[in-house]
């Protein structure tokens, strides 16, 4: 029988999850859930989240597509109750409480619930995991450049900003030193965050400026480009979703890299997404980041990779 | 309590084990077991292979050290009837011959193996997995340039030849068709395996270069270059024992690129091993491959790596 699957949230991130299920024949995608009134892309049925109760008996996994900054926490722990999740929940530093509340809960009615999934938290938590723990060196990691999603949507949730954009930039020579093991790397200066910001009417740049500067776990303390451009710059900006990322382990003898390109941001993470939903029911209940669950459950066939 | 380890066989492997676990306090080296009459380099007891069923109750896991090509198959089956090992199998061809046959005795004897554990196979195919699952394009693997232990194992165990090494050497051009997802790319076209060879007195060039050519598995179809050098050249290139290599997974928007190079291959070897001895008691009876471990089993506090 067919995995019944949900996806919750249609932006970026639903959108792409919608068509790489649709595209495969392992996955029926019941419906789309979102607190807005919307068309899905692909003509899936779309149904208000706050009647996703009642498809309890009709859906076996959704797929979590909010915000980490607003959405995920609550969502997350409500949907729980009712199905197995998958989420993407993505402030790092917020992780151990989500994860706390998401096992509790997820036992509690007998679910389960893969957190934190994607490219960072995720394979990047793997490589850093595996990096660290084999060389006992240093581990860092690089984003860009590209497109945040998690800081896009930060900047957009801030009172006043219209529409806004945020590329995130690797410094050259932070790489360099990041291969060397005795060079030190300020955490706070491996990037730059370069942001387009489109105000409503009426906005103060200053205030928004400050705000952005101050927002704690996404900018403060970084390097941070701030440009107020048109909504229409903005628009023009986000039909390339483009990232990438590395993350480099090094001791005095060894280095192990791991690196990631991708034209579509929200595609490469539906596509990591889409991978663990065949994992979900080979775990008990409660809830699991990609570290804990063993990678032959997202294979059909694991042996062959030996 | 520490984890008392035992390492078989005293090989470079041998020697690059037994550095790693004196240097980790968690772990306390018993014993090195080999068939040959040797001295150890850091006054770790030898013992006679043939008396290694007497450490039943003094040693809780065994890395296994031996070489592929004549060891491992009976070694493994044999010692994981009194311990629990790590072993590094890696004729990737007879892996599931192997593994079927550690999971039988495991399960009966109640220990559990982590077999084919080390980069390739071991990360590399943790790497492969998540590079095709994750995209459904096209892996590639690459090793290189750098001397690979198993080839030169198969090489020595020629009859005629006195000591041997070699080094895998990756194509440029196949690289460059690695990142085309409509590049079609030649298994055996791949690399050149350049063979460094100093023969037994009385020893045919002709003999011994058809005995490497027709070798299944290791050089078979492969392009080959053999040199026949004298055996102090050979003690020479053997101070040195670096290598390299990558996984390479691509589809038409995405790419994910993972690479590892070390200074010396079998103590990057051992460093993974090492890693693994912590996975063994989390672990019912039975054998498993790296894929089947959760990376949170080699991590004391693995919820930081997300």
């Known amino acids: 029988m067919k995995i019944r699957v949900g996806v919750v949230g249609y932006g970026n991130l639903g959108h792409a999850m919608e068509r790489e299920i649709v595209n495969n024949k392992r996955y029926d995608l019941v419906a789309i859930f979102s607190r807005r009134d919307v068309q899905s892309e692909l003509g899936t049925p779309v149904v208000k989240f706050a009647e996703i109760e009642a498809y309890k008996d009709k859906i076996d996994v959704m797929i979590m597509c909010g915000g980490s900054k607003d959405d995920l926490m609550w969502q997350s722990a409500q949907v729980v109750k009712d199905f197995d999740i998958i989420d993407t929940f993505d402030t790092h530093k917020l992780i151990p409480k989500h994860s706390c509340n998401l096992n509790k809960l997820a036992k509690l009615h007998n679910h389960r619930a893969i957190y934190s999934c994607g490219w960072d938290p995720g394979i990047f938590s793997l490589y850093k995991l595996m990096g660290q723990e084999f060389l006992h060196g240093k581990t860092s990691v690089f984003w860009g450049k590209g497109v945040s999603q998690g800081h896009s949507d930060a900047l957009r949730r801030i009172d006043g900003v219209a529409d806004a954009i945020q590329y995130t930039i690797p410094n050259v020579d932070a790489i360099k030193q990041a291969k060397n093991l005795k060079s030190n790397i300020d955490e706070n200066k491996k990037h730059t965050r370069l942001c387009y910001v489109a105000l409503k009417d009426g906005a103060s740049e200053e205030k928004i400026t400050n705000e952005i500067l101050n927002m704690p776990y996404y900018f403060k303390g970084q390097e941070v480009i701030i440009k107020f451009v048109s909504l229409s710059q903005i628009a023009k900006l986000k039909k390339k979703m483009y990232h990438a990322g590395k993350v480099i382990s090094v001791d005095e003898d060894n ?51 030996l």
Chains 1, 2 share one sequence.
């Not at 490469?268 to 663990?276: P, S, V």
């Not at 065949?278 to 997202?298: D, F, H, N, R, T």
Request: aromatic fraction near 12%; avoid cysteine.
């Open 255 to 305: 280095m192990i890299k791991n690196e990631v390109s991708m034209k579509n941001n929200p595609q490469f993470t539906a596509k990591i997404l889409h991978a663990y939903i065949s994992a979900l029911p080979k775990l008990e209940s409660g809830a699991y980041s990609i570290l804990q669950v063993p990678l032959s459950y997202i294979s059909k066939n694991y042996d062959s990779y």
